[in-house]
């Protein structure tokens, strides 16, 4: 019997560390493809070379960017509908479903679909993020190898677990935020069996990706957003996190209402898809022949640098393209295109936070000194924590990000705001609303006391 566990034990650890390194290597490819379909698309070249923290070069298409998109919204539409239903949308929500409702069972086939589907949509010029992608990817493999070895009910849904939380990790470079991740959002049941296996892979798919990326922060700034928070400043905080609040349950609307809307239009998938991502291409080519980049195509971190190095000054723009990435999201999202959040929701939370904090120093000059930085890293962290119900995750990985953890303090209340504000807005988050729309209700906390047999 001692021995019989052992193996058991034995097994289970080495498929831990298969999907760590498979979360790792799936991060490292997914960026490869994505870097494959943009140059291809935009230029007509065959390369790799894609640095997301720099504003993407004019196309030699000219005005015929326009139909970018649109072009790969064909291709993504035939290989959802003809391979892998599951992958169209944001894709968290569809491992939820399989942890909760399906015994964590995942088809295999959707990790590669997922993949393929997600880089073309993201290197076409679809406003959504890599890392819902890698998170469905990684979750994928991690219930294949379940499926496979026969594990059981809590080792495949754990394995789930592992490739989610490895994949955000390997993505953002965000190690504890991935764990966070997995805990907040896919575990059932917190206890030592499922948190240290959660913990090794994230690890281990963080190391993959050094192979790659090498160790450096992911957002390649020096922050000073704390200094100088007095009383004036924390009351600008505070409104600033209501705010948020209410962006993000617009955020959430927005998405869902996008959905419904081309759900009833005629013609088809095909169709719907097309003329979303005919939307999305006249906005990309009207900011790049107005302000000489596209900014909102894409993850867009290069215009989320832009805003923590103090380069966009404009409150009026910033609201302005925050306002644009929220529909240009809605549309990709909702005609049918394959992609994350949480790229977008820090754009938007980077562009709403910086022009509030510039907005506020303009107007009370003398009186107040917002930090723009800090703005805008409260507006990413408040937006992600409020919408994805993951307050920790959002606090610590906001943090991992610029490799600054003197954030975390001001973070801690602002995150708390505005999601406490969304809640009473909306109950459901964005990954949860789509369950719930269905009838498949998420439990809101870990049940320590029913584990998982």
């Known amino acids: 019997m001692l021995q019989d566990s052992f193996i058991r034990s034995a097994r289970f650890y080495i498929l831990v560390l298969l999907v760590g390194v498979v979360a790792g290597l799936g991060a490292i490819v997914f960026r490869e493809l994505i870097a494959f ?12 070379e894609y640095d997301v923290l720099k504003h993407t070069a004019p196309s030699k298409w000219g005005v015929g960017i326009i139909l970018v998109p649109v072009i790969g919204a064909v291709v993504v539409a035939y290989l959802v509908k003809t391979f892998a239903p599951e992958a169209k949308g944001h894709g968290v929500p569809e491992v939820m479903d399989a942890i909760y409702y399906e015994h964590g069972i995942i088809r295999p086939v959707v990790a590669v679909i997922k993949s393929i589907a997600s880089s073309i949509t993201i290197g076409s010029g679809g406003s959504v993020g890599r890392e819902g992608p890698i998170i469905q990817i990684g979750a994928a493999f991690g219930s294949t190898l379940g499926q496979w070895f026969k594990t059981a009910d809590w080792e495949r849904i754990t394995l789930i677990a592992c490739g989610a939380g490895g994949g955000i990790a390997a ?6 935020g991935g764990i966070l991740f997995a805990v907040e959002i896919m575990l ?21 990706s050094y192979l790659k990326f090498g160790s450096n922060y992911f957002i390649p700034i020096t922050t000073t957003a704390v200094a100088n928070i007095h009383t004036p400043e924390i009351a600008a905080y505070l409104l600033l996190s209501v705010l948020l609040g209410l962006v993000s349950a617009l955020f959430i609307w927005s998405i869902y209402f996008s959905e419904d809307t081309f759900d009833r239009l005629p013609g088809g998938y095909y169709v719907r898809h097309m003329l979303g991502m005919f939307m999305v291409g006249v906005s990309m080519y009207g900011m790049i022949f107005v302000y000489g980049h596209y900014y909102i195509q894409g993850v867009g971190y290069a215009t989320v640098l832009d805003v923590l190095m103090d380069h966009l000054i404009s409150p009026w723009f910033l609201l302005g393209i925050a306002v644009l990435k929220l529909v240009d999201t809605s549309i990709t999202l909702g005609s049918g295109g394959s992609g994350g959040i949480f790229s977008p929701l820090l754009f938007i939370g980077a562009c709403f ?28 962290a408040g937006l992600i924590g409020a919408c994805t119900a993951a307050p920790m995750t959002a606090i610590i990985m906001t943090s991992e990000l610029t490799n600054d953890y003197t954030v975390a303090l001001p973070l801690m209340i602002i995150v708390a705001v505005a999601y406490g504000v969304r809640r009473m807005i909306m109950k459901e988050g964005v990954y949860t609303l789509k369950l719930a729309r269905r009838g498949h209700f998420i439990p809101d906390g870990l049940v320590k006391s029913v584990p998982l047999q």
């Open 37 to 48: 379909f943009h140059n291809l698309l935009f230029y007509g070249d065959f390369s790799l």
């Open 171 to 176: 993505t953002f470079n965000a190690p504890v």
């Open 353 to 380: 936070g910086g022009a509030f904090a510039l907005a506020c120093n303009y107007l009370l000059p003398g009186q107040i000194d917002i930090s723009i930085q800090l703005g805008a890293l409260a507006g990413m």
């Open 188 to 208: 059932p049941e917190l206890s030592a069996r499922t948190f240290i296996p959660v913990s090794i892979a994230t690890a281990i798919a963080t190391y993959v």
